[in-house]
């Protein structure tokens, strides 16, 4: 588990706060942090107050502590790495007993200042960019929010998909989930979303095609939504282009390896981050090395899929 309660002594009586950071070597502002998500225990009991005195004595802690599964980055400096993500894992924990993210990897090489410096979805696998310090991640983070970095990804779609076209359409955050569960879409109110689109293979025995995205925002859920709103959904996408039943049964645990196979068209998002483009210091271009074009043999013969998303009236 990533989470893990540890006990501690306290060499003697001092304020909280310090005692998290001598022990953790964290900043004042990471220490009070802690403390305040009630993650200090004296006799069993979280304390709230960074200013609370704390006794001589034994003291719990529970804090994050990097279990590696061994994943080695594709590239690496001194201020940054990148990871090749699989399918089906986080990024960073989302609960207290997510048992393995890809935090994980990066905190076990380089500690608890490294970090992930951007968003990408549980089953989208490819490049992730991570700093080895603050500096960086500030750094990077910060050429995210401004649009400084360039991210290509892959996907394979359903049906085909002839010629290059651009889908400039706002997105909207869903409030309501009792009718639809996307948790976007295209709606006039929502915000500016563009995003651009190269087809590079069809498949026919598939029906399906392999397209380069290049998105020029960053919205949640982008690349999806627009290839759901010009009805060539990603194949294996368990919420946009399935029925509603199916994607109700996935996000509640219940849609088999099998039922969504036939429902979705593949039993992963068929998506994939390819390439990175940004400053730092030099210009790198990195680029995945898995084969994702490869895996369509991922993806169920077209007579099995039973929802066809292209039928659907939206």
């Known amino acids: ?46 304390i709230y107050n960074p200013g609370t005195k704390i006794d001589r004595g034994e003291v719990e802690v529970v804090h994050f502590k990097a279990l590696s599964k061994g994943r080695m980055p594709l590239f690496q400096n001194r201020d940054f790495m990148v990871f090749e993500k699989p399918s089906g894992i986080l990024v960073h924990p989302n609960t207290m007993a997510t048992p393995y993210s890809m935090l994980d ?16 979805d549980m089953e989208t696998s490819g490049l992730l960019l991570a700093s080895k310090h603050k500096k960086a991640e500030h750094y990077l983070k910060s050429a995210f929010e401004l649009k400084k970095i360039q991210k290509s990804y892959l996907a394979w779609v359903d049906g085909e998909v002839s010629e290059p076209f651009s889908v400039d359409m706002p997105i909207k955050i869903n409030n309501d989930y009792s009718k639809c569960k996307h948790k976007v879409f295209v709606e006039a109110e929502g915000k500016y979303a563009h995003t651009d689109f190269k087809p590079l293979m069809y498949d026919e025995t598939l029906d399906a095609t392999l397209v380069a995205c290049y998105p020029l925002t960053g919205r949640t859920h982008q690349i999806r ?32 390896q099998e039922e969504r196979l036939e429902q979705t068209g593949s039993t992963r998002l068929m998506l994939h981050a390819q390439t990175l483009k940004f400053t730092y210091g030099a210009t790198y271009f990195i680029e995945s090395k898995v084969g994702f074009t490869k895996m369509k043999g991922l993806i169920c013969p077209k007579e099995k899929r039973v929802f066809n998303a292209r039928n659907q009236k939206y």
């Open 105 to 120: 990897e990066i905190r076990a090489l380089c500690g608890d200042k490294a970090n992930a410096t951007h968003r990408i």
């Open 225 to 256: 939504v627009h290839l759901f709103h010009v009805k060539h959904p990603i194949l294996g996408d368990p919420i946009y282009g399935t029925a509603f039943h199916a994607a109700n049964e996935y996000l509640e645990g219940t849609l088999s």
């Open 1 to 46: 588990m990533p989470f893990v309660k540890e006990r501690f002594t306290v060499p003697e009586r001092m304020p909280a706060f310090l005692f998290i950071m001598r022990a953790f070597n964290y900043t004042q502002g990471e220490a009070q942090r802690l403390i305040c998500k009630g993650r200090l225990l004296i006799d069993g009991k979280s």
